[in-house]
Each structure stands twice: as structure tokens, then as C-alpha cells.
């Protein structure tokens, strides 16, 4: 594979990772550092017969980058990037109103993360 089509490829999977859309032909022309639309579409063309990348012809924002495609540059595919589970935050005690009550479970104990031990039985709200 050129150093041209690589680079390509590296700019489309950083430009959907970081937009969530795929980039318009003069987008791939400025930030792969490429000559013109003509360049990008024959080097599209050649990463499609590879396999490395799908697009529609005439479609505006339409390339993504296939499994074979993300393995070349080394980098997780979208499909592994959305199934990953999220967690944003794990909240230390689940369900404090605004008037001090917890919600509890079965027994009647509020309901804290596992991982802390945290006696609030002497705190007042």
C-alpha cells in the first residue's frame, strides 16, 4: 500500500472518529495532504477493489472504512468502538432525594456501591 492511500485511510477513520460523519472530497483533498478530487477518486477506487473502504458513487459523505480497512491502520472499527459498554460515571449511593430519604432495597438498607464501604448512619440531611 502507498504512503498516499494510508494516509488517506488514517484521515477518514480520524475525521468519522472525531465528527461521526464521513468527510466530503474536499475535506480528504486538504486534510490527507492530496492534489485534487480526481487523486481521491482513484484512490478510492483502488482501497474499494482492496476492500479497505466502501462507498456509493455520486453520494456525498458516504465513505467508510471496512473491518480490513481499520486492520491496516491499527485501529479499532467503528462496529467495536459502538459496542464497547459506556460508563460514564458509577455513582457512589443510587437515589438521594432532595428531602435525605435513600432509596432502599428488600431489607430496607440503602442502596451504596459494593465497592465503597461507607457508613452513613451518623450523617444527618
Known sequence: MTSKRLRLL?????????????????????GASLSSNKTIILMLRALKKK???????????????TSQGYQI???????????????????????????????????SQPVIDSKYNIDFSSTTL
Request: glycine content about 8%; cysteine-free.
Open 10 to 30: 488514517h484521515f477518514i477513520a480520524n475525521y468519522r472518529e472525531k465528527n461521526g460523519i464521513p468527510p466530503t472530497f474536499a475535506e480528504m483533498v486538504e
Open 51 to 65: 476492500g479497505l473502504v466502501y462507498y456509493k458513487e455520486g453520494a456525498k459523505r458516504t465513505v467508510s472504512i
Open 73 to 107: 491502520i491499527n485501529k479499532k472499527t467503528t462496529r467495536e468502538i459502538t459496542t464497547e459498554p459506556i460508563q460514564l460515571f458509577q455513582p457512589l449511593i443510587q437515589g438521594i432525594t432532595a428531602y435525605g430519604s435513600g432509596i432502599t432495597n428488600e431489607s
